[in-house]
């Protein structure tokens, strides 16, 4: 996905089972992939948007998180983190395939199909403005605000 690329026209679930087409979401909005709940990563990555989801919603942008897990997972993991960002699932792949996040990955010398972890911001058109991919999670979050602060901004 490039800049200047539309939101997909894909749905996701929300954890309550109910659909979400992505280009939907009010805009500016910002989409993160991550690989599966309750790991170390993914669980900071969440924990450090929700602790700056009000500061995202001050700036009037709304952040999902979307990972392959099942909505009952989403709500298990906000539920024992006492997350606040907005947690979605892709089971079918289609918005992974979309944003094209989804592809071969490399742990302890093991290949497999996973998840990148990647951030995409929208702007106010539905424009993607940026896109960071390979994302390492400490100060990623607050990085992203930055940026989404200076598109909702403008």
Same mark, same amino acid.
């Given at each position: 996905?490039?800049?200047? %690329?539309?939101?997909? +026209?894909?749905? /996701? #679930?929300?954890?309550?089972? @109910?659909?979400? *087409?992505? &280009? ?29 989801? %009000?500061?995202?919603? +001050?700036?009037? /942008? #709304?952040?999902?998180?979307? @990972?392959?897990? *099942?909505? &009952? ?12 960002v ?16 989804w ?7 093991? #290949? ?43």
């Amino acid at each position: 996905m490039d800049e200047g %690329a539309t939101i997909p +026209a894909v749905t /996701v #679930t929300a954890a309550d089972g @109910s659909a979400m *087409p992505l &280009a939907a979401v009010p805009s500016p909005a910002v989409f993160y992939f991550y690989p599966k709940d309750d790991t170390s990563g993914c669980t900071r990555e969440a924990q450090d948007f929700s602790a700056l989801a %009000a500061d995202f919603a +001050a700036a009037g /942008v #709304t952040v999902i998180g979307i @990972s392959k897990d *099942p909505p &009952a997972k989403h709500a298990a993991f906000t539920a024992k983190h006492g997350l606040t960002v907005t947690l979605a699932s892709d089971e079918d792949g289609s918005a992974c395939d979309a944003f094209g996040v989804w592809g071969e990955k490399q742990l302890y010398g093991r #290949t497999y199909m996973g998840i990148e972890r990647a951030t995409f911001l929208f702007g106010h058109d539905g424009r993607l403005v940026r896109a960071w991919r390979k994302v390492r999670v400490p100060g990623h979050a607050a990085a992203v605000l930055a940026a989404a602060r200076e598109v909702a901004a403008g």
